[in-house]
C-alpha cells in the first residue's frame, strides 16, 4: 500500500460558510500517517461534508476509508448490498422505478439519516463509480447554521423539546422503500431531541427530519408540525447550503448529526449512476441544554 506524507495533503473550503471541504493529495485505500488521519478527521468535524477528490477504491479499500472515521453499520436493506461485501451498499440507476420518463430516488427531500434509530449513523459516506453526464447533485444544509441563526428567544424555548421518529411519518413528504410486515414490525421508534449536541465538536444543531418526525412530545399535533414546519423551511434555506457537483472519483463523507442532506432525480434514466454507500455507527444523541 502506497504512504503519502502529510504535505501531500491540500484542503480548501467549499462555501463561504463553512459547511463543506475539498481534500487533495491522500490515497484512502492506502496505509496513511496519523497525522493526516488526524487532519481528515478534524476536517470532516469542522467543515460536516468531507469530499475527497481522485480515489479509486475497490471494495477493500472503500471499507478501509471507513475504518478511518468509524465503525461500519451492517446494510439495512441487504438487497442493495454488494453480494461478496455485504457491508457495502450500493446505490444504481438501474435499481429505480422510471415514472412518467423520471427516476425515483430513494433521498429525495432533505433529512437525516435512519433517525428512528436510537443510536443513528454518525455519518454516511458515498464513492462514485458511474456517474451520468448531468444531474444527481446532492445537496446539503448546515443544521448547526441554522440553529446559530434562530431568534434568541425561541433557543431556550426549544431546546428540551423532543420528537419520536418513526419510520415513516404520518405526514412524510417522500414515501420511504416498502418493508415486508416482518421489517416493519423490526423497524425501529426513537425519541430524539430537537436540538443536539455534538459529541465531538459540542456545537448546537436542529435534528430535523420531516420524513419520520412523528410531530412533537408534550405539544398538540397542529402545534408540533407548526413549530417543525417552522424550523425546516429555516433550515433549508439555500444560505445554509452545500450543492455537491459530483465527480468521477469522488469520496464524500457527511455528519449526520450537523447536516441534512437531499437527492436529485434529474438525470437521465437511461445513463448508468453508481455509486458505493455506507454508513458509520453512532450513539445515543445527546440534547443541547
Ligand atoms: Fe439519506
Known amino acids: 500500500m502506497e504512504t ?5 495533503l491540500m484542503s480548501r473550503p467549499l462555501t463561504g460558510h463553512g459547511l463543506g471541504v475539498e481534500v487533495r493529495g491522500v490515497h484512502l485505500g492506502g496505509d496513511l500517517p496519523d497525522s493526516v488521519i488526524e487532519t481528515l478527521r478534524a476536517l470532516w468535524s469542522e467543515h460536516a461534508v468531507l469530499v475527497v477528490r481522485d480515489q479509486q477504491l475497490d471494495p477493500p479499500a472503500f471499507l478501509r476509508a471507513a475504518g478511518i472515521f468509524g465503525e461500519i453499520l451492517p446494510q439495512q436493506l441487504s438487497k442493495f448490498s454488494l453480494p461478496e461485501y455485504p457491508l457495502i451498499g450500493t446505490i444504481s440507476s438501474r435499481d429505480l ?3 412518467d420518463g423520471k427516476v425515483h430516488v430513494r433521498g429525495e427531500n432533505y433529512h437525516t439519516d435512519h433517525s428512528n434509530f436510537l443510536e443513528p449513523p454518525i455519518g454516511t459516506m458515498l464513492h462514485a463509480i458511474e456517474l451520468p453526464s448531468y444531474g444527481g447533485d446532492t445537496q446539503f444544509v448546515d443544521v448547526r447554521a441554522a440553529y446559530d441563526d434562530l431568534p434568541e428567544d425561541l433557543k431556550p424555548r426549544i431546546a428540551g423539546l423532543r420528537s419520536t421518529h418513526v419510520y415513516e411519518s404520518s405526514r412524510s413528504p417522500r414515501k420511504m422503500a416498502e418493508l415486508t410486515p416482518e421489517q416493519r414490525a423490526a423497524t425501529a421508534s426513537s425519541s430524539q431531541p430537537l436540538v443536539i449536541q455534538h459529541p ?3 456545537r448546537p444543531a436542529l435534528y430535523l427530519n ?3 418526525m412523528e410531530g412533537i412530545e408534550g405539544m398538540s399535533e397542529e402545534e408540533g408540525y407548526a413549530l417543525i414546519n417552522y424550523l425546516y423551511e429555516h433550515a433549508t434555506q439555500p444560505r445554509y447550503e452545500y450543492r455537491h457537483r459530483w ?13 441534512m442532506h437531499q437527492a436529485n432525480a434529474d438525470f437521465d434514466p437511461a445513463e448508468y449512476r453508481y455509486l458505493y454507500r455506507l454508513m458509520l455507527k453512532g450513539d445515543a444523541l445527546k440534547g443541547w441544554q
Open 4 to 8: 503519502l506524507k502529510e504535505d501531500h
Open 97 to 99: 422505478p422510471v415514472v
Open 200 to 202: 465531538t465538536n459540542h
Open 210 to 212: 420531516t420524513g419520520r
Open 247 to 259: 465527480q468521477a472519483g469522488d469520496f464524500v463523507l457527511w455528519d449526520n448529526r450537523s447536516v
